[in-house]
T-cell receptor, first 109, second 115 residues
């Protein structure tokens, strides 16, 4: 089955810096790669996603890149703000979501 | 536009008991997937329902079963509860099943504690 590895497990940045989270997947059949933000005690919230026929997608301060050949994808957050602090999960999907282990992002004011 | 709803919010059960969790999908969605999220981990796929049938299943024992109703709402049943079943149970809805499943929106979850 699919296996998703996510790094780093924790990431600490200063407000205004950029943050990058990387994921690799194993199943070449996966065709959809979403990113979720989960605040403590709350539901995972879809923040951006990319399909396998696209290499890059941007939404304001958030961007995702996908390298199908290398089977890896990354989340980029620019101009980080304290409210970006949360756990971020990547996932790979061919119908069912397989999640990475999560990255705890802390943005210091 | 109503989002995904789940009930109950919290539940405490004893080992060996049975539990039923409920989910109503987002308006316009017909596919429901269930996930288990243990503390400090990412959600794990349990199964997906579409047209009242189980379409995909993850690596969970038969103690975990489900149902989908004609109005697209769904139930997750867990029999013979174990301490290890303590987790946040998340329901996600989408507009199509299987490989065509793209955006999945999660409900607030049900926190199950087994003592």
């Amino acid at each position: 089955g699919e296996n998703v590895e996510q790094h780093p497990s924790t990431l600490s940045v200063q407000e205004g810096d950029s943050a990058v989270i990387k994921c690799t997947y194993s199943d070449s059949a996966s065709n959809y790669f979403p990113w979720y933000k989960q605040e403590l005690g709350k539901r995972p919230q879809l923040i951006i996603d990319i399909r396998s026929n696209v290499g890059e997608k941007k939404d304001q301060r958030i961007a995702v890149t996908l390298n199908k050949t290398a089977k890896h994808f990354s989340l980029h957050i620019t101009e980080t703000q304290p409210e970006d602090s949360a756990v971020y999960f990547c996932a790979a999907s061919y119908g069912k979501l397989t999640f990475g282990q999560g990255t705890i992002l802390t943005v210091h004011p | 536009d109503a989002g995904v709803t789940q009930s109950p919010t919290h539940l405490i059960k004893t080992r060996g008991q049975q539990v039923t969790l409920r989910c109503s999908p987002k308006s316009g969605h017909d596919t429901v997937s269930w996930y288990q999220q243990a503390l400090g981990q990412g959600p794990q796929f349990i199964f997906q329902y579409y047209e009242e049938e189980e379409r995909q299943r993850g690596n969970f024992p038969d103690r975990f079963s489900g149902h989908q109703f004609p109005n697209y709402s769904s139930e997750l049943n867990v029999n013979a509860l174990l301490l290890g079943d303590s987790a946040l149970y998340l329901c996600a809805s989408s507009s199509s099943p299987g490989p065509a499943t793209y955006e999945q929106y999660f409900g607030p979850g049900t926190r199950l504690t087994v003592t």
